[in-house]
Antibody, heavy 113, light 107 residues
Framework: EVQLVESGGGLVQPGGSLRLSCAASGFIFGSSNMNWVRQAPGKGLEWVSY????????YYADSVKGRFTSSRDNAKNSLYLQMNSLRDEDTAVYYC??????WGQGTLVTVSS | EIVLTQSPATLSLSPGERATLSCRAS??????LAWYQQKPGQAPRLLMYDASNRATGIPARFSGSGFGTDFTLTISSLEPEDFAVYYCQQRSNWPLTFGPGTKVDIK
């Protein structure tokens, strides 16, 4: 069974940093391209980032470019999102996604003073 | 960036009725259009990919059509569990984008 479990969310002040993790199981993680998608409270879905299976290619939404970095450790079946210079508008539930058919349960990031 | 517009914003229907949801792209996305269903407190669920292909386990009452800039998701006969928010997504160009969603609620 495919499982994606995000962690690392929490309350952080504007300008702060946070690192999200996504633990993957039930499939060959090292062969899968992965994405991060977020959803602000009561709002729609926003794609955040893509990382290829071997980490050679990454893409970011303009809203996070230069502040967020996706990475992965295929030996640990883990995906990461390093978020720096956080803003109020980054407050959202962050999902890791495989193949668009498999989504984690999400982790809530709240940016507030 | 490709902008997706969904209409209507809200669709109020009764169980058993047919639902027709629209998604329009600001430029051609070929057939690289997906549909998702989301219920409160849950992650989105992939319904359709490449405009007209049902994802694994999706009932046949869901169908998708369209190409280029105009797409439709049809639910032939609404079941109680189908009342939810539906999003379209284009995977033709980076950045990937989602539409704002259509809420299907009970009339």
């Amino acid at each position: 069974e495919v499982q994606l479990v995000e962690s690392g969310g929490g309350l952080v002040q504007p300008g702060g940093s946070l690192r999200l993790s996504c633990a993957a199981s039930g499939f060959i993680f090292g062969s899968s391209n992965m994405n991060w998608v977020r959803q602000a409270p009561g709002k729609g879905l926003e794609w955040v980032s893509y990382i290829s299976s071997g980490s050679s290619t990454t893409y970011y939404a303009d809203s996070v470019k230069g502040r967020f970095t996706s990475s992965r450790d295929n030996a640990k079946n883990s995906l990461y999102l390093q978020m720096n210079s956080l803003r109020d508008e980054d407050t959202a539930v962050y999902y890791c996604v495989r193949d668009w058919a498999y989504w984690g349960q999400g982790t809530l990031v709240t940016v507030s003073s | 960036e490709i902008v997706l517009t969904q209409s209507p914003a809200t669709l109020s229907l009764s169980p058993g009725e047919r639902a027709t949801l629209s998604c329009r792209a600001s430029q051609s996305v070929s057939s690289y259009l997906a549909w998702y269903q989301q219920k409160p407190g849950q992650a989105p669920r992939l319904l359709m990919y490449d405009a007209s292909n049902r994802a694994t386990g999706i009932p046949a009452r869901f169908s998708g059509s369209g190409f280029g800039t105009d797409f439709t998701l049809t639910i032939s006969s609404l079941e109680p569990e189908d009342f939810a928010v539906y999003y379209c997504q284009q995977r033709s160009n980076w950045p990937l984008t989602f539409g704002p969603g259509t809420k299907v609620d009970i009339k």
